[in-house]
């Protein structure tokens, strides 16, 4: 097959289906750990770098579109640089070979340096191929001296593979050069590099890999780690193979170690056959280059009514507005609503806002105030839904009777839901549900229904206000908020899965946070209040409990495994827009599996870590009671 043919042929594939192979017959070599390696190179990354090549299998697995690749044995670049600029001659000369015991040694004796670039590439094949077990040995004068391997058929030419190999070698730099110079010059953050050094403990016949007159050293190995550090800080993926050696998971203790039961197809004496190597995942170092002094706010954004709603971001409104304004877009997709303090400050900044929850109480908060651009609810038709003008179905009166409030307060909320379904407007609908919602919260201590009775009683003014006070003045808050932007924006409640992203859209997440200290049950702290946005429609109050809660609405956000699979989707999903993730430090999954995860599908990710302190929370006493304080990452990817 001419090597035009071949290079037309080759189509791209999935890993598992490898159009290109190692040409050479490598011991020590990582076909057999591809299947663990290759899961852990990132989607997306800069530049393939591999500076102890050997027979290079990941590398023909991976297949990069541009690279380095490079090794310290001179006759092994001479290898791979003329099958990248002579397959055609050096394809010829392995066809003028025999595989006899008179022609493997003649040519063993032959000086490789004094033959043709192409003639001594065919040379290094043909002893590989023919030599006892595929070894490269070479003496103390650098003469190649494994001894003939006496097998019948062994393939000396194997064009398929030398075409391919050639193609693949067209956009790469083949460098003859030690790792450190090689990684000092060439590394870049964001790159992927690959290290498979001489393996441990160091002997003279220990290891296969590296057949130069260069040795490789326990101190070797310490400065290896040093510079594995170096680039970690730098900014570049890595990963690196070695045995189970106790040296290696002291310099790389910091780092994922993942052990793997490995063959040796070299050794004396069949129990050493069996081995362990060991994998070191490497992910970069995030650089904090993004500026997070925070700016004030617009006036606008400081009307939007406080509320000490679980996981409000309100605090960090000034942060957050630093980071986003850094980008350049006309249109905001804020998934995770909650309180909706992100959704209206991006509608103070003229941003066209599409805020979406699954809990139909923040989809009243949105569509009152970030959807609805002009309505408000008159005081007098405010004070008319205090009035009861028909029969009521007294559910919440005989429900929830002697659990969260006064028997009067419970009669009056079910005259204020009567009422609320008689108004035809849409937004006065959601200011006036939004009001009862908040009176709700405000008369509750805590502001939360995990328990019945009055036992978190704190003394506030607010809890000393009558119910119809509270109603009243959560209108007016509303109705304060309500502001043109001279945008469309749109409330929305839905699963975040189902929503579309949009061109030049931000896209900012801020789900339920996943941790084993703690529950992340929006449903079960505010079932009382999302019963009121629902009607209690399409739930299930569950009447064997103390609270009369409902079930909760289902989320892959219960779970460490849902909650990474879940960001993995939504990552996928909005791969083309900038994305701003806010999470804890105490939840799951971790810092480091996030930015993998982010960094799948972005080129580019920041973390920024902002110290926090929650209004509330349940986990005090399992985290050495440390009043809630964590750091609050905002993950940005673009």
Same mark, same amino acid.
């Given at each position: ?33 591809? /299947? ?27 297949? &990069? ?6 090794? /310290? ?5 001479? +290898? ?143 400065? +290896? ?152 609810? &008159? ?131 801020? &789900? ?39 079930? /909760?609405?289902?989320? &892959? ?82």
């Amino acid at each position: 097959m001419k090597q035009a043919d071949m290079r037309s042929n080759l189509q791209p594939v999935c890993f598992k289906e490898f159009t290109t192979r190692p040409i050479l017959k490598w011991v020590g070599g990582k076909t057999q750990l591809l /299947s663990e390696i290759l899961p852990k190179i990132p989607k997306k990354y800069g530049q393939y770098i591999e500076p102890f090549f050997g027979g290079g299998a990941l590398f023909f697995a991976v297949r &990069p579109d541009n690279g380095i690749i490079s090794d /310290s044995n001179p006759e092994l670049i001479n +290898l791979y640089r003329a099958v990248a600029k002579h397959v055609d001659s050096v394809i010829s000369y392995l066809q003028q070979y025999e595989n006899t015991e008179e022609v493997f040694y003649a040519v063993r004796a032959q000086d490789w340096m004094k033959l043709s670039s192409a003639e001594a590439a065919a040379r290094t094949i043909f002893l590989n191929r023919t030599c006892y077990n595929g070894l490269y040995r070479v003496n103390k004068s650098g003469q190649f001296n494994v001894p003939f391997g006496r097998y019948k058929n062994p393939k000396i030419t194997d064009k398929e593979a030398l075409y391919a190999a050639a193609n693949l070698f067209r956009d790469v730099h083949i460098i003859c050069n030690d790792y450190k110079s090689i990684l000092r010059e060439y590394a870049r953050p964001g790159d992927f590099i690959f290290l498979d050094p001489p393996y441990l403990p160091v002997s003279e016949y220990s290891d296969f890999k590296r057949y130069t007159k260069e040795q490789f050293y326990e101190e070797d190995h310490i400065e +290896l780690a040093a510079e594995v550090h170096r680039l970690h800080e730098l900014g570049c993926h890595v990963a690196l193979t070695n045995s189970n050696h106790p040296l290696v998971h002291e310099q790389y203790r910091k780092f994922n170690i993942e052990v793997i039961q490995t063959k040796r197809y070299v050794s004396c004496k069949g129990r050493g056959r069996i081995g362990e190597d060991v994998i070191v995942t490497v992910p970069p170092k995030q650089r904090f280059n993004l500026r997070v002094v925070p700016l004030p706010l617009p006036h606008q954004a400081t009307l939007y009514p406080p509320t000490r709603y679980m996981g409000s971001k309100n605090k960090l409104l000034p942060e957050l507005w630093e980071i986003v304004s850094q980008f350049k877009f006309d249109a905001a997709i804020d998934l995770f609503s909650g309180s909706g303090a992100v959704g209206y400050m991006l509608k103070s900044h003229e941003k066209t806002v599409l805020s979406n929850d699954y809990m139909a109480m923040s989809a009243a908060f949105a569509k009152a105030m970030i959807e609805n651009n002009k309505i408000t609810l &008159p005081q007098h038709e405010a004070l008319a839904l205090l009035e009861q003008n028909k029969p009521t179905d007294r559910f919440v009166e005989e429900t929830f009777r002697g659990l969260y409030f006064s028997d009067e307060d419970n009669c009056l909320i079910d005259i204020i839901r009567a009422n609320i379904k008689s108004i035809r407007n849409q937004y006065k609908r959601a200011i006036a549900m939004t009001a009862l919602i908040r009176a709700c919260l405000k008369k509750r201590p805590r502001g939360i229904f995990t328990y019945v009775g009055y036992r978190y009683d704190d003394g506030r003014k607010d809890l000393s206000m009558t119910f119809s006070e509270q109603f009243l003045n959560a209108v007016t808050a509303v109705n304060a908020a309500v502001f043109d932007n001279g945008k469309k924006n749109k409330a929305r409640c839905g699963d975040a899965m189902t929503v579309q992203s949009k061109e030049n859209c931000l896209v900012y997440i801020d &789900p339920p946070y996943y941790s084993p200290l703690s529950d992340n049950e929006y449903v079960r702290r505010y079932h009382f209040v999302e019963g009121l946005a629902r009607d209690w429609q399409g739930v299930e109050i569950q009447e064997h409990t103390v609270t009369k809660k409902f079930k /909760s609405y289902p989320t &892959p956000f219960s779970s460490r495994k849902g909650a990474t699979e879940a960001f993995d989707m939504l990552f996928k999903k909005f791969r083309k827009n900038v994305l701003i993730v806010s999470y804890s430090s105490n939840s799951q999954p971790t810092l480091d599996e996030m930015i993998d995860l982010v960094m799948k599908y972005k080129k580019f990710v920041e973390v920024i870590p902002i110290d926090y302190r929650y209004s509330f929370g349940n986990q005090k006493h399992k985290v050495n009671d440390n009043n809630n304080s964590v750091q609050e990452y905002i993950f940005v990817g673009y």
